[in-house]
């Protein structure tokens, strides 16, 4: 696979998805606990940049972060804008939690080949 050069749109379409899982694994392999806890979308934002970068994809909204967390079963609940910058709390299933790690390690594999 090469690396879009400065400037050169890539041709490759990304799942959203794969940016998610992505996000996910990268957030546990910086030792932070994921799984069956309630997170703040802003403590997680760090993540889902580094995957935005990794992926070569403009950054998404909250609401379609949040929407794709909810479609690969995260419980997203939503809080009023005065409580927090990005308003939404984030809790991953222990098996959601494995499969985004699972696929990280995966990623990271194939890439350093």
């Known amino acids: 696979m090469n690396q879009p050069k400065l400037f050169e749109q890539s041709t490759e379409s990304v799942a959203l998805e794969d940016v998610?899982?992505?996000?996910?694994?990268?957030f546990q392999s910086r030792g932070k606990i994921l799984a069956n806890r309630e997170l703040a979308l802003d403590r997680l934002h760090?993540?889902?940049v580094r995957s935005f970068e990794k992926f070569g994809v403009p950054a998404l909204s909250d609401e379609v972060l949040a929407q794709g967390l909810r479609s690969l079963g995260a419980d997203v609940v939503e809080v009023p804008n005065y409580v927090a910058k990005r308003p939404f709390r984030v809790t991953v299933s222990r098996e959601i939690g494995e499969k985004a790690l699972k696929w990280f390690k995966d990623r990271q594999l194939s890439?350093?080949?």
Do not use: E, K, P, Q
């Not at 998610?20 to 990268?26: K, R």
């Open 20 to 26: 998610l899982l992505y996000a996910l694994g990268d």
């Open 46 to 48: 760090g993540a889902f």
């Open 111 to 113: 890439d350093s080949r």
